[in-house]
């Protein structure tokens, strides 16, 4: 089962780079692509040129734009009741100065508009195939066939009918899907989403927390981890230090530096780390021994 996710409106982006030939290439693609979001999913699609897919601070001025357009959008259209909708920026197909203008722009946009952070998600797929390797294969079948006929002078019709078929076969395959085809499996999911970092460092308190949420993995409440906390600092479990703990998990929360994330439970919160907060406690688990 695929990563479903509801789609109202989808922007394409097309390079106009290289050669007459390559432009025309990928406005192919994209009306193709244009027409699948359409037909398929019936979603609003707009197609928007990257003029030059290697001006990086453009990309990012042009990603900056679309990302807060779309979420001012949807602020605009949204009834009070309805779920705020998402931004989801694809990096997996972009030149890299593109995809990385747009991943740091969302990030940026992520950390000026704390309220709206858990709205953007920049992802990346990686392909089930790579179509490259397939016609470089036929490549060399073909390149073996002609030098077998100029030794031998002997024409195999049956050999050149099927490198015809498979050649035409895999160009028809790039035409319709370009270089990559389908969208692997990692792990559970077939996308894997980039986090987003904090610019602020971590206090030595602060840091205690990480370290206690990556060793018990989840809390049912802000009240349990400071009773845990206190244990294991042998610090008697005062009302101050509740208030040490809670003040200093808010400021590792969504509206902080957003290493911690909490989910209402009736008057609790559970309390555990965001995917950046596991990477965090990852990357400074062997420093801390």
């Known amino acids: 089962m695929r990563d479903q996710l509801d789609v109202d409106r989808v922007i394409l982006l097309e390079g106009a780079v290289g050669s007459e030939a ?37 990309a ?10 779309e979420l001012d959008a949807d ?30 722009a969302a990030h940026s946009i992520m950390v000026e508009r704390q309220a709206d952070r858990d709205r953007i998600h920049t992802y990346y797929t990686a392909p089930e195939k790579y179509l490259e390797t397939e016609l470089a294969e036929e490549l060399r079948a073909g390149r073996d066939l002609l030098e077998s006929i100029l030794e031998s002078g002997e024409i195999d019709e049956a050999e050149i009918r099927e490198r015809l078929d498979v050649s035409s076969d895999l160009l028809s395959e790039f035409d319709e899907r370009g270089t990559t085809i389908g969208a692997k499996q990692i792990g559970e999911r077939h996308i894997v989403e980039l986090p987003v970092a904090s610019f602020s460092n ?33 610090e008697e479990y005062t009302d101050s230090f509740r208030s ?46």
């Open 60 to 69: 990012f001025e042009q990603a900056y734009d679309l990302i807060n357009a």
């Open 22 to 58: 390559n432009v025309e290439y990928s406005m192919n693609l994209s009306g193709k692509l244009e027409k699948d979001f359409e037909n398929l999913l019936g979603a609003e699609t707009e197609r928007v040129v990257v003029h030059d897919v290697y001006d990086y601070d453009a």
């Open 75 to 104: 602020d605009e259209v949204r009834g009070d009741d309805e779920k705020p909708g998402e931004v989801w920026v694809n990096v997996s197909a972009m030149p890299r100065p593109v995809s990385f203008a747009f991943a740091t």
């Open 202 to 234: 971590v206090k030595p308190f602060e840091e205690v927390i990480l370290f206690k949420l990556g060793e018990h993995g989840e809390f049912g409440s802000v009240s349990e981890l400071a009773e845990a906390l206190a244990r294991e600092m042998n």
């Open 244 to 289: 040490k703990v809670i003040y200093n998990v808010d400021r590792l929360g969504p509206g902080g530096k957003g290493y911690i994330e909490q989910e209402e439970r009736g008057k609790s919160y559970r309390t555990r780390l965001s995917r950046i907060g596991e990477l965090w406690v990852r990357a400074h688990a062997d420093s801390d021994e």
